[in-house]
T-cell receptor, first 115, second 113 residues
Framework: AQSVTQLGSHVSVSEGALVLLRCNYSSSVPPYLFWYVQYPNQGLQLLLKYTSAATLVKGINGFEAEFKKSETSFHLTKPSAHMSDAAEYFCAVSGLSGSARQLTFGSGTQLTVLP | DGGITQSPKYLFRKEGQNVTLSCEQNLNHDAMYWYRQDPGQGLRLIYYSQIVNDFQKGDIAEGYSVSREKKESFPLTVTSAQKNPTAFYLC????????????FGPGTRLTVL
C-alpha cells in the first residue's frame, strides 16, 4: 500500500520569500513521486516528477524537489515566491506495476502569496 | 496538440436527473480515471479503466457509472442515486511509457439545483 501526507493544508509566504511545501510518502516499493499544481477551476498540471534518475528534480516555474529516501520525503521548494504561484499543490506517489501504478494523492496544500 | 478534453466546463442539473460528463483523450493512453474534488479536499477516485471494455470501481463509485467503448473516450454518468453530486469532476489518463504520469483534463463543475 502507498500513501502520501502533506503537512500543512494552508501555507502563506510573502512575495520573494522561500516556498517550502512538505510531502512524506509511504510505499513498499521504490516509488515514482509527483508534484502537481492546480489553479482555481482548472485541472492539475505537472510541476515535476521523481523517477529515480536523480534525487534533486527541477520542474517548471522555478520549482524543485529533493527525494530523500531515508526521510521518505519529497518536499517542494522555490527560492522566491511570485504572486502567480498562489494555487493548490498536490503531492502524489505511484508504484511500478499492477494496481500500484495508480497515483495516490495527498490532501493538498493551498499556497497563498502575500504582497 | 495532444491532450484531454472535458465538456461541458459548467453543468447545471435539477435534482433527480442523470447527467453524463464527457472525457476524450488523443494521447493514445490505455488507462483513464475519474476523480471528484470537493472544496478543501483532495482528489477522490470514482472509477478507472485500464483498457477498453474494462473498468473498476474506485473509492467512491456509488451513484456513478462509466463506460469504455473506445480507447479515446471515458464518459461518466452521475445518477440520481448520488446523494451529493455537486462537485468538480476531473478526468485523467495515464502514460505507461513515462513513469505512470497522469494527464488531467480541465474539469467539469457540476451543480445540482
Amino acid at each position: 500500500a502507498q500513501s502520501v501526507t502533506q503537512l500543512g493544508s494552508h501555507v502563506s509566504v510573502s512575495e520573494g520569500a522561500l516556498v517550502l511545501l512538505r510531502c512524506n510518502y509511504s510505499s513498499s516499493v521504490p516509488p515514482y513521486l509527483f508534484w502537481y499544481v492546480q489553479y482555481p477551476n482548472q485541472g492539475l498540471q505537472l510541476l515535476l516528477k521523481y523517477t529515480s534518475a536523480a534525487t534533486l528534480v527541477k520542474g517548471i516555474n522555478g520549482f524543485e524537489a529533493e527525494f530523500k529516501k531515508s526521510e521518505t520525503s519529497f518536499h517542494l521548494t522555490k527560492p522566491s515566491a511570485h504572486m502567480s504561484d498562489a494555487a493548490e499543490y498536490f503531492c502524489a506517489v505511484s508504484g511500478l506495476s499492477g494496481s500500484a501504478r495508480q497515483l495516490t494523492f495527498g490532501s493538498g496544500t493551498q499556497l497563498t502569496v502575500l504582497p | 496538440d495532444g491532450g484531454i478534453t472535458q465538456s461541458p466546463k459548467y453543468l447545471f442539473r435539477k435534482e433527480g436527473q442523470n447527467v453524463t460528463l464527457s472525457c476524450e483523450q488523443n494521447l493514445n493512453h490505455d488507462a483513464m480515471y475519474w476523480y471528484r474534488q470537493d472544496p478543501g479536499q483532495g482528489l477522490r477516485l470514482i472509477y478507472y479503466s485500464q483498457i477498453v471494455n474494462d473498468f473498476q470501481k474506485g473509492d467512491i463509485a456509488e451513484g456513478y457509472s462509466v463506460s469504455r467503448e473506445k480507447k479515446e473516450s471515458f464518459p461518466l454518468t452521475v445518477t440520481s442515486a448520488q446523494k451529493n453530486p455537486t462537485a468538480f469532476y476531473l478526468c485523467a489518463s495515464r502514460n505507461d511509457r513515462d513513469h505512470n504520469e497522469q494527464f488531467f483534463g480541465p474539469g467539469t463543475r457540476l451543480t445540482v439545483l
